[in-house]
């Protein structure tokens, strides 16, 4: 088994300085934490990989494709692969679980 503590992974992701912190990757997927805060721009292009968001805090709006949608905590949505998403009107510091299929390269 592998458990994992929110606040040990923000705490990781911060001292390394980057906005993205995988910390899980098997053979069929990958997950990281994704950190954006109020205002931020969200430099994403699409991925080869089909991805799953998580909203674990934080507000947001997030268009997939040609959607347009508003997340927060709780909120979940899926995005396939090739089709390109931003996270955009940041309101809130942005915390989003990212799960890969498969593994991201």
Not at 6 to 21: M, Q
Request: aromatic content about 8%; hydrophobic content about 40%; overall charge negative.
């Amino acid at each position: 088994m592998k458990a994992f503590r929110l606040d040990e992974l923000e705490a990781e992701r911060a001292a390394n300085e980057g906005a993205y912190l995988q910390f899980l990757r098997e053979r069929n997927m990958s997950v990281g934490l994704y950190a954006l805060d109020a205002g931020e721009h969200d430099p994403q292009s699409p991925h080869n990989q089909d991805e799953v968001y998580f909203v674990v805090s934080g507000r947001a709006q997030i268009t997939v494709g040609m959607e347009t949608t508003n997340v927060a905590r709780g909120s979940v949505v899926y995005v396939p692969a090739g089709v390109a998403h931003k996270f955009h009107h940041i309101s809130e510091d942005l915390r989003v679980l990212v799960m890969f299929s498969p593994p991201e390269s």
